[in-house]
Nanobody, 112 residues
Framework: QVQLVESGGGLVQPGGSLTLSCLAT????????QSWYRQAPGKEREWVAT????????NYDDSVEGRFAISRDDDYNTGYLQMNNLQPEDTAVYFC?????WGQGTQVTVSS
């Protein structure tokens, strides 16, 4: 069965960096686009970035454009989100999504 497991979240200071990972199992990961979403407490889940199947076109929300970079390594069935110059407003649970399936999320907290 399809399973997505995020990792790499944590506590960082403003201006810091984190790289999130999404390990996919149970399907041919390389054949599907993979997205990242985030949800802060009391707010709606919002889209962050998407990478096309096999590393095709990448798209970002305006709020992270120029700071975040989405990538994937299909040999390891893993998607990545490199997050640079993190700001307090980036604080949220970050979720991996592939073909309508969600991971459980990983917490990112940006605070001094």
């Amino acid at each position: 069965q399809v399973q997505l497991v995020e990792s790499g979240g944590g506590l960082v200071q403003p201006g810091g960096s984190l790289t999130l990972s999404c390990l996919a199992t149970g399907f041919a990961f390389a054949n599907f686009p993979q997205s990242w979403y985030r949800q802060a407490p009391g707010k709606e889940r919002e889209w962050v970035a998407t990478i096309g199947e096999r590393g095709t076109v990448k798209n970002y929300d305006d709020s992270v454009e120029g700071r975040f970079a989405i990538s994937r390594d299909d040999d390891y069935n893993t998607g990545y989100l490199q997050m640079n110059n993190l700001q307090p407003e980036d604080t949220a649970v970050y979720f991996c999504r592939v073909m309508g399936y969600w991971g459980q999320g990983t917490q990112v907290t940006v605070s001094s």
